[in-house]
């Protein structure tokens, strides 16, 4: 009988759950208490700045909220892999690979506002893939863009993946003018409410400054980015480029359902990729998006390939990983 790889303690171990948490935890722990200075501190908060900014002033108490996003994007994949069957084993791996890789992201720490955003994002692609072939998709159509709109609260071009999710809905077989007509309510939903409440104040101009920043764009500034972000992002993109080779060969084999949610998951990573590219001074929240699909897309194939050469490049990776966290805490 062959010993099993360290893939597959952590895909299948009993305790893979409990020792990714507290490896992850610890490196948030260290970070925060000993090395603060390595995280940036992006106050944006979207459209409520002013407000949120006030609720938070001190940068140890926002470190440890984010650090416990992090946790909970973990669970959140792991928990999706679960309930949408889309790895063909029950395994841990969307946990342990997300929870390492965006920890030892420090370009990913110290945005409070930008994690919620990507969070309601995950949770509005979830919605998507529940609505698949269902009868009556108007309740999730409204849904996913009221998730969208109050993400776009946070930031603000969150609106311009409105269109990749009709292509979705499209995709799960739900799209139709009852349920495009209950997205166009959700987006408006949330900017009604925003509406009376500068109405109360009488002040619009912090809601129409904000509506502009939706047509500003700035791209890539190579100065403004560590080397050590590029490298971690480079690997990221090779890593998970290879990762969607092998998912469009082998999920032949896997249901219809299961293959309609990884093509519409490499569609909208695309898609992540090209809103970086034109608005990177201001694309944490989908930074963060383009790493939870990639993580996700990375444990489905080291889910589905075992044997020598994928556990090596396993631990090369993670590794790798490793080496350029403990680089950013310099």
């Not at 690997?235 to 093509?263: E, P, V």
């Not at 998006?289 to 090596?312: D, P």
Request: with cysteine; hydrophobic share 50%; net charge positive.
């Amino acid at each position: 009988m062959r010993n099993k790889s360290i893939i597959e303690h952590i895909a299948t171990g009993r305790f893979s759950v409990l020792l990714t948490l507290l490896v992850v935890l610890s490196l948030i722990v260290t970070r925060i208490l000993l090395y603060p200075h390595s995280i940036p501190v992006k106050p944006d908060f979207g459209l409520f700045s002013n407000v949120l900014t006030n609720l938070i002033q001190n940068n140890y108490v926002k470190y440890a909220i984010d650090g416990a996003f992090l946790v909970l994007f973990a669970f959140l994949l792991n928990h999706a892999d679960t309930r949408f069957s889309i790895n063909r084993i029950r395994t841990s791996l969307p946990f342990f690979i997300s929870g390492i890789i965006l920890v030892t992201n420090n370009q990913l720490l110290g945005n409070w506002g930008e994690s919620f955003s990507a969070l309601l994002i995950i949770v509005a692609i979830a919605s998507l893939f529940s609505s698949y072939q269902a009868p009556r998709a108007e309740k999730h159509a409204f849904d996913i863009s009221l998730l969208l709109s109050f993400s776009s609260l946070f930031w603000i071009k969150t609106v311009y993946l409105l269109p990749v999710f009709w292509i979705g809905m499209y995709m799960m077989k739900t799209l139709s003018f009852r349920s495009f007509l209950a997205s166009i309510i959700g987006i408006l939903t949330p900017y009604w409410f925003a509406f009376f409440y500068f109405a109360y104040y009488n002040d619009y101009t912090p809601l129409l400054n904000y509506l502009q920043t939706g047509i500003d764009f700035h791209l890539i500034n190579f100065t403004e980015v560590k080397l050590f972000n590029w490298i971690h992002l480079g690997i990221t993109i090779l890593t998970t480029m290879f990762a969607i080779g092998h998912c469009m060969f082998s999920s032949y084999n896997d249901k219809i359902r299961s293959q309609t949610f990884l093509n519409f998951l490499f569609f909208i990573l695309f898609c992540t990729y090209a809103l970086i590219v034109v608005d990177f001074q201001h694309s944490g929240s989908i930074i963060y998006l383009n790493y939870l699909i990639s993580t996700f897309l990375i444990s489905y194939l080291y889910a589905s390939e075992k044997g020598r050469f994928s556990n090596f490049l396993f631990q090369a990776l993670f590794i790798t990983y490793a080496l350029i966290y403990i680089w950013s805490l310099s």
